[in-house]
Structures are given as C-alpha cells and as structure tokens.
C-alpha cells in the first residue's frame, strides 16, 4: 500500500499570505495519479484538484497543483478567509486508494 | 449532481446497518461509486468500491472484508452499504462518493454525499 505523508500538519498563516501543502508518497504515483480535497468543520470533502495539477470544476485558480517525482504540492496562492480548512491528498495509482492523514490550514 | 445518504445510527457492537444513498442528476449505474469513512477527529479510509458502466465488479477495504457488501438498485437510481458483525472501530462518518468513470480504479472522488454518522457502542 502507498503511504502518503502530508506536510507540515498545521499552517498558520494570514489571509493574503501563500500556503504550500506538502504530500509526499512512499513510492513512485503513475501518471500523476494523484487528487487533492478540501474539508471544512462538518462538511463533506471537496474536489479540488486531480491528475496532481487539474482543477475541478469550480475551484478558483488561486489552487495549483504540482509533481516532482514523489512529492506533491498543493499552492494557494493568496489565501482567502473561506480556504481555511483541512486538506487531504489521495492516491488512486495502486490499489487500495489511500489518503494523507492530512493538513489543517488554520487563521494566524 | 447530489447523493443523499441516509440510515445512519446507533447500533451494538455485533449489530447490522444499512446505508442508502440517492442519487440525482446522473444515471448511478454508469460510474463506479465508493464508500469512504472517516472515524471521530481522524482522516479518510476507503471501504468500499463498486464498478459502473453495467459492471459488478468490487472492492473492499481488508477491515471489512467479509462484513460489508456493497451494491445498488438501478430502479432506484440507489447505493447500499450493507453492514454486519459492526464493531466499536467502524464507528464513523461513512460518505458516498461518484467517481468519474465506470472502472473500479484509477479514479478520484467527486461530489461527495453530505455523510451518515454510524456509532457502534454497547
């Protein structure tokens, strides 16, 4: 099974600012198989972006995706009072499908 | 496109539960769809997988593997989880997901159902 390890646990930063989320995999991911997901407090998981740099449908083009080998990063380039939130990354390369334990972006 | 889930609830550990989930705005049976839960405060586990496009073809998370069945009522454009021998650790929110082709893998999740809370206590 792929681990994911997603980096750092918590961001602190300020409304304006630019996160970068890490997602590293524990062996290589083909075809950038790869999807990120927003969650807020009580809510369902959003698709924001797949293929490690596609936007779904929607999502403001301040979300960006990018792959170097195994490592995955999701930017947000300047950060809105609604983005703050808890991100997930998935795999769906090998099977079972597996998920990062997570990063909370919280307000500094 | 939505999905509804419903029958969430408390059952005893050894009990049995069935989800449902509706779906609206597309024909279930052309994608495959998945159920993901997610345990108190924690991440994201996928359970279960079944294929679309006319195919019947599953998968299982290996906890719980001979528990839970997942299927679906074309007539009622509707998603089942059916599940038995509940334990404390599958409490959890448990979320019906579409993927965006019929095939079993090498999808990712989108939308997502709102979520039915099952909590498995004595």
């Known amino acids: 099974e792929i681990v994911l390890t997603q980096s750092p646990g918590t961001l602190s930063l300020s409304p304006g600012e630019r996160a970068a989320l890490s997602c590293r995999a524990s062996q290589s991911i083909s075809s950038n198989y790869l999807a990120w997901y927003q969650q807020k407090p009580g809510q369902a998981p959003r698709l924001l972006i797949y293929g490690a740099s596609n936007r779904a449908t929607g999502i403001p083009d301040r979300f960006s995706g990018s792959a170097s080998g195994t490592d995955f990063t999701l930017t947000i380039s300047r950060l809105e009072p609604e983005d703050f939130a808890v991100y997930y990354c998935?795999?769906?390369?090998?099977?079972?499908?597996?998920f990062g334990q997570g990063t909370k972006l919280e307000i500094k | 496109v939505q999905l509804l889930e419903s029958g969430g609830g408390l059952v005893q550990p050894g009990g049995s539960l069935r989800l449902s989930c509706v779906a609206s705005?597309?024909?279930?049976?052309?994608?495959?769809m998945s159920w993901v839960r997610q345990a108190p405060g924690k991440g994201l586990e996928l359970v279960s997988t079944?294929?679309?496009?006319?195919?019947?073809?599953?998968y299982y998370a290996d906890s719980v593997t001979g528990r839970f069945t997942i299927s679906r009522d074309s007539s009622k454009n509707t998603l089942y989880l059916q599940m038995s021998s509940l334990r404390v650790e599958d409490t959890a929110i448990y979320y019906c997901?579409?993927?965006?082709?019929?095939?079993?893998?090498?999808?990712?999740?989108?939308?997502w159902g709102q979520g039915a809370l099952v909590t498995v206590s004595s």
């Open positions: 705005g597309f024909t279930l049976n052309n994608y495959a």
């Open positions: 079944i294929s679309g496009s006319g195919g019947s073809s599953t």
């Open positions: 997901a579409k993927r965006p082709r019929g095939a079993l893998r090498y999808n990712w999740f989108d939308p």
């Open positions: 998935q795999q769906y390369d090998t099977s079972p499908d597996t």
